[in-house]
């Protein structure tokens, strides 16, 4: 009985601390609800009705149906692609043990060791000189080439523990190199995989630097997390606008991580010890 | 053979040289770019460019009160930072690694500010303390409240430590609770048996066995805090009076604001050096702790 009430106890506890932790998020949720003036006279309190008006009408005006049409794109042209380049790419240097294999690997992975702000401000220069600076195309090459490198990485680790006896069983039995890949080796990396296509449309949702480095401020480009930056980040924030959008630009990334949160924490823990 | 040789050579190019290329692009070659800018005076739009030699890293070295500032500034918050997030999220993770469906729900709670864009987050704090303090002294009447907490030097250190261990502990937390889960339970249980109580179970059997998810999540919070850069782009942008601007923000600044490439590209590389020093050692910790397991 004793032991029953002290698990109890420990369990409140833990639960109230949770709540407590959030409550950053519970307070913008209940507030994004209010007229500015509820907000500061009754902040903790429940709104007085759950109107949606708010959220529509700042749908409307702040251009969301273009802005998550822009961070889709983004996202999906940058996660398939990583999908298909980087197993390819992983699987080759890990098979091929030569010297200039070694040195590509090299080249891959260095951008591991080193900080990202250390080149962010060649980069911007870079895609400059190549005239992509506010496009579409300039951000989803360089956001293709920064993801890359983890994720060769963690497959090229996990191809190693791939037994090579298959592929060559296929090779004896006449299969093309490219049909051995697409075939058999690449189902077999499908679990790795996951994890990489999870961290990746994750770290491209919610990407807001590499956004303001190559597409800054043309709207036309912009994704979620920019434009909401942009417009709100100004010294006297319009609230009343700020705080539904704010819930709607987390809802996509809340709703994936509840579905996916096996891998999210698996490959994050397992991808950003190494690095 | 010679034939042979080209197929497995266009297999190889095939199969790796678009990787490759996205990488030299992204990384590789703006990274060499430092290299030569550095050696210029140069304002990043004209035409005019001086070589200078060495001279931008001997000012760096000889006459930039602001880049040591960053320095000061960011030594400062590492060293808050890293003891901070380690203990809050050592503790949550020795309450949450019992199997029980509260704690799993509560890691997924701890681990959410982890995965929300930062724009999210330093709206969500900004809103926080500006009209979400003015209401609660209102309500309190607490000065706590109505101090002026991003405004004032002294306290905007603390609202971006604050920012930065509420984004991060998830992270940490779930790299704990792998060490904790991962201790042998007939080891745990044959103290027991020989009379430990929960307290002496902790202290010579839990700790001394997640010492190597320790030293890991210092150096990766060591590493994080050096690179401090995001939250101050995002939120403080290093204001008020240059208290909160990290070495990464400075160097942004120096190109983008105050239009010193040369200048600029010359501290990512002092910069990339100090931060290489503490990535090497934690690849080291982190391969003796590979050959341990």
Redesign the interface.
């Known amino acids: 009985m004793k032991q029953l009430r002290k698990i109890n106890l420990l369990a409140v506890i833990v639960f109230v601390c949770s709540i407590f932790w959030l409550m950053p998020l519970i307070l913008i949720f209940i507030n994004s609800f209010k007229p500015y003036n509820d907000m500061l006279q009754h902040f903790l309190a429940l709104p007085k009705s759950w109107s949606l008006d708010m959220y529509i009408e700042t749908w409307t005006k702040f251009g969301f149906p273009m802005l998550i049409k822009n961070t889709l794109l983004y996202t999906v042209v940058t996660v398939l692609a990583i999908a298909l380049l980087a197993p390819m790419a992983a699987y080759k240097l890990a098979r091929t043990k030569t010297k200039f294999s070694i040195l590509c690997f090299g080249i891959i992975i260095m951008p591991m060791m080193v900080p990202f702000q250390s080149y962010m401000i060649t980069l911007t220069r870079l895609v400059a000189n190549l005239n992509m600076i506010g496009t579409r195309r300039g951000l989803i090459l360089v956001n293709i080439g920064l993801c890359m490198p983890l994720a060769v990485y963690m497959i090229h680790g996990f191809v190693k523990n791939v037994p090579i006896e298959l592929e060559e069983c296929a090779r004896i039995d006449g299969a093309s190199p490219l049909r051995i890949y697409f075939n058999i080796v690449l189902p077999l990396l499908k679990p790795i995989l996951t994890t990489v296509v999870v961290l990746d449309t994750l770290a491209t949702w919610n990407d807001i630097i590499t956004n303001q480095l190559i597409v800054g401020g043309n709207a036309k480009a912009m994704n979620i997390q920019n434009a909401l930056y942009m417009q709100f980040s100004a010294q006297t924030a319009d609230w009343e606008h700020a705080l539904p959008g704010i819930v709607m630009s987390m809802i996509p990334s809340l709703v994936f991580f509840v579905a996916m949160q096996k891998h999210i924490v698996g490959g994050v823990t397992a991808g950003a010890v190494k690095g | 053979m010679n034939k042979k040789k080209w197929k497995d050579f266009f297999?190889?190019a095939l199969?790796?040289f678009?990787?490759?290329a996205?990488?030299?692009?992204?990384?590789?070659?703006?990274?060499m770019?430092?290299l030569y800018?550095s050696v210029f005076d140069w304002n990043?739009i004209g035409k005019s460019m001086t070589f200078v030699g060495l001279g931008n890293f001997v000012k760096i070295f000889t006459n930039d009160t602001l880049f040591w500032k960053g320095v000061k500034f960011t030594l400062k918050f590492a060293v808050f930072y890293v003891i901070i997030v380690n203990i809050i999220s050592l503790v949550?993770a020795l309450?949450?690694s019992k199997e029980?469906k509260?704690?799993s729900?509560?890691?997924?709670?701890?681990?959410?500010?982890?995965?929300?864009?930062?724009?999210?987050i330093?709206?969500?704090?900004?809103?926080?303390f500006?009209?979400?303090f003015?209401?609660?002294y209102?309500?309190t009447g607490w000065e706590f409240f109505n101090w002026s907490w991003v405004g004032t030097p002294k306290l905007a250190f603390w609202v971006v430590v604050i920012m930065a261990v509420?984004q991060n502990?998830g992270?940490y937390m779930?790299?704990y609770i792998?060490g904790i889960i991962a201790v042998p339970k007939d080891l745990i249980e044959a103290a027991k048996i020989d009379g430990a109580n929960n307290f002496q179970v902790f202290l010579k059997i839990t700790v001394p066995m997640i010492m190597p998810a320790v030293s890991?999540c210092m150096l990766?919070a060591l590493t994080f805090a050096?690179?401090l850069?995001?939250i101050i782009?995002?939120f403080t942008k290093g204001g008020p009076a240059n208290s909160t601007v990290s070495v990464?923000y400075n160097?942004?600044k120096e190109?983008?604001v105050n239009n010193k490439?040369g200048l600029?590209?010359a501290k990512?590389?002092v910069?990339?050096f100090f931060?290489?020093i503490v990535?090497a050692i934690q690849l080291k910790v982190?391969k003796s702790r590979e050959v341990e397991a």
């Open positions: 297999l190889f199969f790796v678009p990787a490759v996205f990488v030299l692009f992204a990384t590789d070659v703006p990274f770019m430092n800018y990043g949550v309450i949450m029980r509260s704690s729900i509560g890691r997924a709670f701890y681990y959410v500010p982890y995965i929300i864009s930062l724009t999210a330093s709206l969500i704090w900004k809103f926080i500006g009209a979400g003015e209401a609660l209102n309500i509420w502990v992270f779930v790299n792998a890991i990766t050096f690179k850069f995001d782009m995002v990464a160097i942004y190109a983008f490439y600029a590209t990512s590389l910069f990339v931060v290489l990535t982190t």
